[in-house]
Every structure is written in C-alpha cells, then in structure tokens.
C-alpha cells in the first residue's frame, strides 16, 4: 500500500521556543485506522494540524496524498482539506443551524451542484444513524449526537483520510463507546482514521496500531496491522 | 454567487441586533461626515457669492470720448480673466446714485458723477495678484483717470477663503479618518461574530475567495444602508434648518450619489480588510 501520509524528520517549534514535535517520521497506509496517543502537550493536535495544513513543519517534510508542505501553495491548501475530514473534541457545530444544514453547510462552501446536496446529506445523516434528528439544532441534541453531526459533516465531502482530535474527551464512556464504533465502521467503508486520545481504554479496546508521543518525540509505534479485515475486534491486542 | 449572496442575507437575519447596530454606526458616522460636508458646501458657496463681487472700477476722464471708451471696453472683454465689461455713461451713474441713494437725490446734479467702467473678473481669477495686474492693465489707458477695486477688500477675502480651504481639508480628512475607522471595528465586530463559521469554512475546504464573498457582499450593503440613512438624515437637518433658520445649499444629485457609493466602498474595503486580517490570524 502507498503510504497517504509521510512525516519525514518533522520538528514543530512555536514561538517562544516550544518545541511541539521533535524529529517525527512515521507514514500512515490508505484506509489504516492508527490510535495517536500521549499525554496532552504531547503533539498529538499538532501532527493533526500539521496534517491538515493548519501549520506548517518548522523542519521536515510533511506529505499528504501526494501534496507536500515543502511545496504546497496556500492555494493548493483547500483543493487537500476537501480529501480530509476532520473532527474536534469540541464538535465545532454552527449553533444557529439544523443538523442537516450543519451537513450541507460543507457541501456547500466547497461549491458542490445544489441538486446533489440532499441526497449526500441524507446518506450520511443515515450513515451516523441520524436521520431522525435531521431538523435539530446543535442545543437539542446531546453531546454524542453532536459529535456524530460533525462526522457526518466530515464525511460528507468523501474523504479518504479522516482525522480525530480527541473525539471523545467530551462524552461519557458510553457515548464515546458508541462514537469509536462509528469510526471503526467508517474505517471498514475504506476511510483511512487517525485518532488521537488520551483515553487509553478505548485504544486497549481494539487492536489497531498505535502511535504514542512523548514530549514531542514518537515513543511507541505498534500495531501495525492492516485494519479494516481483521482490525477492529474489539478486546484485541498486537502490542 | 448565490450562496454567497444567501449567506450575506442570512447573516442579516441571523443577528438582526449586530445588523443594526452596524448600519446604525456606519449612518450616524457618516451622518457627521456629510452635516461637514454640508457645512463646507454652504461655507464655499457663501465665499464664492461675495467673491463674485469683486469688480474693478476704472474712472472715464470727463471730454473723453464716448467711441475711445467702447473700443476700450471691446478690448477689456478680449481678456481672458475678464467676464463681464460694461461702461456706465456719466448719466447711468448718475440715475444709479439716485436711486441707491435716494435721499441724497437733490444733492445729484448732472456732471457731477464720472463715466466708468466696470470689469467683473471670472472665477479662478480674483486672486489679489490677478486683480491688480488686470487694473494695471486698465491704468495704461491715458483717459483712465483713477481705478479702484478695493485693494484690502480682495486680500482678506482671499486670506479667508485659503484657510476655509486648509481648515475644510484638515476637518474632512479627520472626520473621514474617524468613520472609516468606527465603520472598521463594527465590520471587525461582525466578522469576529462569525469565527466560527470561517472555522468550519476553513475546515472543509471552502477557498479564500468563497470565504470572503459573503463578508464583502455584507459590507458593501451595510455600508450602503449607511449611506443612504446617513443622506436621509442630513436632508432631514437641511430642511427642518431651511424652514427655521436660514436657506441653504444641500448636495447636488452628483454629489448624494459619491456619497453613497463613498459609503459602499468603506463597507467593501472594510470588510475585505477585516476579513483577510482575520483569516491572515488564524491561517
């Protein structure tokens, strides 16, 4: 399989000398579903970022299906977000929206023909299993409904990559349960997700491959087995 | 284009208040602009009136005669800062005192009044410089017997009217300062209100231009509505002061219509700076 993600080297300094991640390599494979964990302050958010070109590599390269930040324009910035899907622990939903304009909103923005709009929407509000909540706003669902909402929203545009920022951080165990199935399902449809989290249950749940940081620097890579076939049983464990 | 437009509409509707007050602030920061404007206007026109007075008077020598003094005026019409010549007989003048002076009337005899001619010089040249060089020119005729055009008169209007220039062009600048920057941080404020959705923009692959559309479309028509509230209530005050106070001059039609379009652009290019500074943050 073609690596779809490639950090080569990467270092991230902020100002002030913070050195978010510190010489990191790693590739990730199309349609891998792959755990980032440590401890918060760890880098997880920023290969996230760096990932989805929110920031730029201090050093290093950073390749994203093909694009890399040596030479990816601002330009060419949007054209690679649309092949990302990206979910926060915060859930990011516009308030004063239904859940399937929330949906469409990203359809929308990217200049997708009106007339296929519904029917993507309806597919994957019937994806995340909330069709039924199609007319709610953000308020009137709770947390783990929202959640899904933002991973409807991010599947909407068809992403072969789907990256995870502490997803769960604001759930309860259950609803985060329900949350890591979601993506596991996503993952078997043949979406590549990279997850980050802190909660070591859910990585312990299953026996996908596993990245952990450590002050910046990659400490554990393990797991590497092809997800999607024989991935995702839960209780599992390659380590 | 359309969902750029729906966008702009639905941010109107989504947060009327914000909305308003936006509008409200760019009108009453115009508003201000336009009662100078106004002020300037009526300022310049008042100088210009009184300035339209200036005349040059050149005293016909008594025997002189009468076909001498036409070619002469026929000569003073040919220059070019001239805009009006008219010879006044000795008996016009007399009629004229008598009737400006009517009390007087029995003191008038005839011959007592001289010939003269009077020149009326056209805008743009009644500096103090051009009107004495045009009275020299007048002196050179030999039946011209004395010229008067009220020296210190001329040179304190001018001295007036430059500092009206200057004060005028200082106020207008600060004033314009002043709205675009007020205009500026309520266009901030409406962009900041909308992060989130630049965010989520940002987030699923909207480009810069798709992000931009609807704030510029918004700016472009706040600061219309601006404008044209901002116009509404300065003819408002220009009429309610016509009718208790004193007739003035309000905008030509030309000028309403700068004025709006002045008001859009603000809005335009006030959003598309908050709106890339914005983006510039948090890219």
């Known amino acids: 399989m073609s690596a779809m993600v490639r950090f080569t080297r990467v270092t991230k300094q902020y100002p002030k000398g913070v050195t978010a991640l510190d010489e990191v390599s790693f590739t990730l494979d199309r349609g891998e579903f792959t755990f980032l964990t440590g401890p918060s302050g760890a880098g997880k958010s920023s290969i996230l970022k760096l990932i989805f070109v929110e920031e730029r590599p201090t050093s290093g390269e950073v390749k994203v299906i093909g694009q890399s930040s040596v030479t990816l324009t601002p330009k060419k910035i949007p054209v690679l977000r649309r092949k990302l899907g990206v979910v926060f622990q915060d859930f990011r939903l516009l308030p004063d929206r239904t859940t399937a304009e929330n949906i469409a909103f990203a359809l929308e923005v990217t200049g997708a023909p009106p007339k296929r709009i519904d029917p993507k929407v309806m597919r994957v509000l019937e994806q995340v299993d909330l069709l039924a909540k199609a007319d709610a706003r953000p308020h009137e669902l709770s947390g783990g409904e929202q959640q899904r909402v933002a991973i409807a929203r991010a599947l909407v545009n068809d992403p072969v990559l789907l990256l995870a920022d502490e997803p769960t951080g604001n759930l309860d165990e259950r609803s985060a349960r329900s949350i890591l199935d979601l993506l596991c399902e996503i993952n078997r449809a043949g979406t590549a997700v990279l997850m980050a989290t802190h909660d070591l249950d859910l990585v312990r749940a299953t026996s996908f491959r596993t990245l952990e940081l450590h002050h910046g620097r990659l400490v554990f890579d393990a797991g590497t087995m092809a997800s999607g076939a024989t991935a995702g049983v839960p209780g599992g464990s390659s380590t | ?283």
């Open chain 2, 1 to 283: 284009m359309r969902l750029a437009l729906r966008e702009a509409l639905l941010s109107f509707r989504r947060a009327p208040m914000l909305s308003a007050l936006s509008i409200t602030t760019i009108a009453f920061s115009l508003f201000a602009f336009d009662l100078f404007g106004l002020v300037a206007l009526n300022l310049r026109s008042a100088l210009r009136q009184v300035e339209s007075r200036v005349e040059i008077r050149a005293f016909v020598a008594e025997g002189t005669r009468a076909d001498a003094a036409s070619a002469a005026v026929g000569d003073v019409q040919s220059f070019p800062e001239v805009e009006r010549v008219t010879l006044v007989s000795e008996a016009e003048a007399l009629e004229r005192a008598r009737q400006e002076l009517g009390e007087f009337e029995d003191v008038f005899d005839a011959g007592i009044l001289p010939a003269s001619i009077e020149v009326r010089l056209r805008e743009g040249f009644r500096t103090p410089d051009q009107v004495r060089e045009v009275a020299e020119r007048l002196s050179k005729y030999d039946f011209i017997d004395d010229i008067r055009y009220g020296e210190e008169w001329v040179e304190k209007l001018y001295r007036l009217r430059t500092i009206a220039t200057f004060v005028g062009l200082a106020l207008g600048t600060t004033f314009a300062l002043v709205s675009i920057i007020i205009i500026g941080s309520t266009i901030r404020m409406a962009v900041l209100a909308r992060a989130p959705e630049i965010q989520v923009m940002r987030l699923v692959g909207a480009t810069r231009g798709f992000i931009r559309a609807p704030f510029l479309i918004e700016g472009l028509v706040k600061g219309l509505l601006g404008g044209i509230i901002a116009l509404g209530l300065s003819f408002v005050t220009y009429a309610t002061l016509g009718r208790l106070v004193i007739q003035a001059e309000f905008f030509s039609v030309g000028h309403s219509l700068l004025g709006l379009l002045a008001g859009a652009l603000i809005g335009f290019l006030g959003s598309a700076y908050s709106v890339d500074r914005h983006l510039r943050r948090v890219a």
